[in-house]
C-alpha cells in the first residue's frame, strides 16, 4: 500500500492535525481546573476542546481553502461539521448527563450491597462552549497549515 498520496493530502493532514492538537490540549487544559494530570484524556471523548468539532471544522475550513469556498465539497464538509457539532453538543451530551443520573441511581440503589457495578462513561458528550472551543482551534489550525503549505 502507497501512503504517499495521503501525506500529500493537505485537508487530510489538517483534519488529522486539528484532531491531534485538540485531544493534547485537553490535558493541560484539565490540569488547570483539577490540578492533576490526566494523561487518559488523550484516549477519550469530551472535554475541552472538542476534537470532534476542531477535526471537522478544520477539514472543512481546509476544502474551502484550498478548493474553494464555492466549491460544491466545501458544502458538504459544512453540511458534516453541522451534523457532528450538533451531535456532539446534543444527543452525546444528553447521554452523558443521562448516564450521570443512572450511576447516582445505581449507587443509591445498591449502596450497602456487596454487587460491584460498572458506572456508565458520563462525558461523552461537549458543552456548547468546548464544541465552540474545538470550533475555533478547527479554523486556526486550518489557516495555519494553509499558510505553512502554501
Known amino acids: 500500500m502507497n501512503i504517499g498520496p ?8 489538517t483534519g488529522m492535525a486539528g484532531w491531534f492538537l485538540a485531544q493534547v490540549l485537553k490535558i493541560p487544559v484539565d490540569f488547570i481546573r483539577e490540578r492533576h494530570w490526566n ?3 488523550f484516549f477519550a471523548a469530551g472535554g475541552m476542546p472538542s476534537s470532534h468539532s476542531c477535526l471537522v471544522t478544520s477539514t472543512a ?8 469556498f ?5 458544502a458538504v464538509a459544512v453540511a458534516l461539521a453541522l451534523v457532528v457539532v450538533y451531535d456532539a453538543t446534543g444527543v452525546r451530551r444528553q447521554a452523558g448527563m443521562q448516564a450521570k443520573k443512572i ?5 443509591e ?23 465552540l472551543g474545538g470550533v475555533l482551534l ?4 486550518a489557516v495555519v497549515f494553509w499558510l505553512w503549505l502554501r
Open 6 to 13: 495521503i501525506l500529500q493530502n493537505h485537508v487530510f493532514l
Open 39 to 41: 494523561w487518559a484524556l
Open 61 to 68: 475550513m481546509a476544502v474551502g481553502l484550498h478548493y474553494g
Open 70 to 74: 464555492d466549491n460544491p465539497l466545501f
Open 103 to 107: 450511576n447516582i441511581l445505581v449507587e
Open 109 to 131: 440503589l445498591l449502596k450497602g450491597h456487596p454487587i460491584n457495578e460498572q458506572h456508565l462513561r458520563e462525558i461523552i458528550g461537549h458543552t456548547p462552549l468546548e464544541a
Open 138 to 141: 478547527g479554523l486556526v489550525v
